[in-house]
């Protein structure tokens, strides 16, 4: 008998259980390891469905061609023939593949060309902006015009004109009106809290255990690579990156498709944060800006508002509960409360205590009427935003704290830097635990609670996926994904709706969906 695969005599003859088929043993081997189904009926198959058989030594009967002389220089000739074609076939590609060589060449040669020509016109514009600098006024320059428009993607706006120097901005306060929706909107999500229920939805631990990578888009420049920030908004699905390219991209994850590039930045994208339903996004740079940006009606986001109220980079966006208001936290040590319609500074914090210690990490409280900072000198401050004071304060890190993430359930508070995370209960106001995932010489850079506070997520080196227990339990580490950017930085890490996508930003230039195979996976860019 012969095997259903190849049509030959097996050298190692097995048999499947299910539908009595004969195999050559490797090859069906191989293909239960690929597929694990059966190649003939497509029927589900593992190698405990493979029977052997015990038989004697087989020898393979010598083909009737090769039984006479006149028979095997006839095979020699076909062989011979079948050569001659493919050599002949190897010849046209060569010439074919020249010809294309030699155009790509030409191509080459005339886009040098053109490179040269356009340095030389931007030498000469940027020599006639120099001479044009020096006759007329810099203030004159920088005017903006009446109604300047504002062009998509933020690369013209209208922008607040310069203060002379040493001048402080005037900043109106937090009124008490603005006091009231704050606390209005503390009690209603309070009492929510307490009904909080764990959504059947949720993506349970063996499905977790499960997840493997099922997709990866390369959104940002080959040039500058690294993705340092992202967001995801669970109502439409649609998730944001910062890069270090300077861009920011909305990037729509069932369609597989990049939405909008958010361009105008002039240096990388330290934070980006969705509002409300996505109609607003805000963006935090290393060049001392934030940026709100206004979704259009053709689907582009269009910069609404550049915000320069900092005088060093912008580590943090964190968008308050209301969807009304947002503060912005920034290397000069100070953080400020923003009213999101008017795109207005309403208050500016700086620590009274006399440190200098910028900030490198902010977060809203769930409930909105505290927030959570993280500074380049190992302290984790706790702030009570209706007055603007610092109420507490945990230290203990190594290293700048990196991120910060605060629990659905209220009273979790997670903290990275570069000795690891830390956790801390904010009832009592103590650390409860810590994880050391990494060597000392690998930072923790990301730290993120699910939306149900049911998993703590970390990245570094790899990411790593953690069952949130209470202060006494063990949170069991559940799964681990390795950094397949080949970087060995996993920048930022985001749970999906109800969990089931984890989003991972890397140190190259692609955004890495990992999920359960098969299942709602969208197409790789």
Known sequence: MNCSISGEVPEEPVVSRNSGLLFEKRLIERHISDYGKCPITGEPLTMDDIVPIKTGKIVKPRPVQAAS???????????????????????????TARQELSHAL????????????????????????????????????????????????????????????????I????????????????????????????????????????????????????????????DILYSKDLI?????????????????????????????????KFVAQGESVLTGSSDKTVRLWQRSDDGNYNCRHILKDHTAEVQAVTVHATNNFFVTASLDGS???????????????????????????????????????????????IWDVKSQANVARFDGHAGPVTAISFSENGYFLATAAHDGVKLWDLRKLKNFRNFAPYDSETPTNSVEFDHSGS???????????????????????????????????????????????????????????FGLPGEDAPTES
């Open 171 to 230: 900043h109106p306060g937090i009124s008490s009106t603005i006091i009231s929706e704050l606390t209005d909107c503390n009690a209603a999500l309070s009492q929510q809290r307490k009904k909080r229920q764990i959504p059947a939805t949720l993506a349970p631990i063996d499905a977790i255990e499960s997840y493997t990578q099922i997709s990866s888009h390369p959104f940002h420049k080959t040039n500058k690579q690294g993705i340092i920030s992202l």
């Open 240 to 272: 944001a990156t910062g890069g270090i390219d300077t861009n920011a991209v909305i990037f729509d994850r069932p369609s597989g498709q990049i939405l909008s590039t958010l361009s105008g930045h002039s240096k990388k994208v330290t934070s980006v």
């Open 335 to 381: 953080w400020c409360f923003y009213e999101l319609s008017s795109g207005t500074c309403l208050t500016q914090v700086f620590d009274t205590s006399g440190s200098s210690e910028g900030y490198t990490s902010a977060a809203f409280h769930p409930d909105g009427l505290i927030l959570g900072t993280g500074t380049t000198e190992s302290l984790v401050k």
């Open 69 to 95: 002389i006149p028979g095997m220089l006839g095979m020699f000739q076909n062989e011979w023939d079948g050569l001659m074609l493919s050599n002949f076939a190897l010849e046209q590609q060569l010439h």
């Open 455 to 513: 998993y703590l997520a970390i990245a570094g080196s790899d990411i790593r996926i953690y069952q949130v227990a209470n202060v006494k339990s063990e949170w069991n580490c559940v799964k681990t994904f390795p950094d397949l950017s080949g970087t060995g930085k996993a920048t930022c890490v985001k749970f999906g709706a109800d969990s089931k996508y984890i989003a991972v930003g890397s140190m190259d230039r692609n955004l890495r969906i």
């Open 106 to 169: 030409y191509q080459h040669d005339a886009a040098c060309r053109v490179i040269a020509r356009l340095k030389k016109e931007r030498d000469e514009a940027r020599s006639l902006l120099a001479q044009a600098e020096r006759q007329y006024p810099v203030s004159a320059l920088n005017a903006p015009p009446a109604n300047a428009p504002v062009l998509s993607n933020g690369k013209r706006a209208a922008e607040d004109e310069d203060l002379a120097p040493g001048a402080k901005k």
